[in-house]
């Protein structure tokens, strides 16, 4: 059920979290219409604008619907690392639920599309059919196996691959919800804001964004990334998909 902004896109609220769960667990009839019946209330967020912010109380959690959201942190004298991005579908603080106080601040990096769920609606989802409560926890789980991806990305690879494997991921988390078509993608985000996320600089970013076209990985346009050699681009990220624990995929 939804209310509020009026929602755009060709799937609801509903069907996308639907969609989403269950390219990560298997879902009943009966489960579907329990997340079908949870009330949703939709708002548009500006590029940069704050949604929960670090030592806040939660009484909701969000499901991104349309552009990308990140989990950042800023240290005393104002720098920011990106700890996550997050694409339509993903419930970003969904730990909200069981951990009353956030350590984490969580933002649109784009235009976008969030949709509001109570606490309170989703613990009686769960007293209706515990096995959502599996299927929110898995949820959880592949955040964190996403973050101690990033942590080996970041750590242990060159810039180069660092883009190469974050753009892999993307492609697959955006193919697992029917927003990737012919392996080509809407990345409303700015080279600072991935410069960010994977610890270089932009000017470092840009340099490795020139480097993937050259060698003919990627194209990218307007916002858009086509990834032109999908094993090659693999081979470079040093890409293993096992991580992202999807158990299917959907096209559009």
Request: aromatic share 6%; with cysteine.
């Amino acid at each position: 059920m939804v209310s509020g902004v009026h929602f755009s896109n060709r799937l609801s609220p509903n069907d996308l979290m639907i969609r989403k769960l269950e390219s990560i667990f298997r879902l009943s009839d009966d489960e579907r219409q329990v997340l079908q019946d949870l009330p949703v209330q939709v708002e548009s967020l500006n590029p940069g604008q704050d949604i929960i912010r670090i030592g806040e109380h939660a009484s909701r959690s969000c499901l991104l619907l349309e552009g990308f959201t990140c989990v950042y942190k800023l240290t005393s004298d104002g720098k920011r690392q990106i700890m996550a991005v997050h694409v339509p579908g993903d419930m970003p603080d969904l730990q909200s639920l069981h951990l009353k106080v956030m350590d984490m601040s969580l933002a649109s990096i784009s235009s976008s599309m969030v949709g509001f769920i109570q606490h309170d609606a989703l613990k009686r989802a769960c007293e209706r059919s515990p096995r959502l409560a599996a299927a929110f926890w898995r949820e959880t789980l592949v955040d964190a196996s996403i973050y101690r991806d990033w942590i080996l990305n970041i750590g242990q690879r060159g810039a180069y691959p660092r883009v190469a494997h974050l753009l892999c991921e993307l492609l697959m988390r955006l193919k697992a919800v029917g927003f990737a078509e012919n392996d080509s993608f809407r990345l409303p985000i700015t080279q600072a804001e991935l410069a960010d996320a994977i610890g270089i600089t932009p000017v470092h970013m840009n340099r490795v964004f020139q480097a993937l076209r050259s060698d003919g990985l990627i194209e990218a346009k307007r916002g858009r990334i086509t990834v032109l050699d999908e094993e090659r681009l693999k081979e470079e990220g040093d890409f293993d998909p096992l991580y992202l624990h999807q158990i299917k995929s959907v096209s559009n």
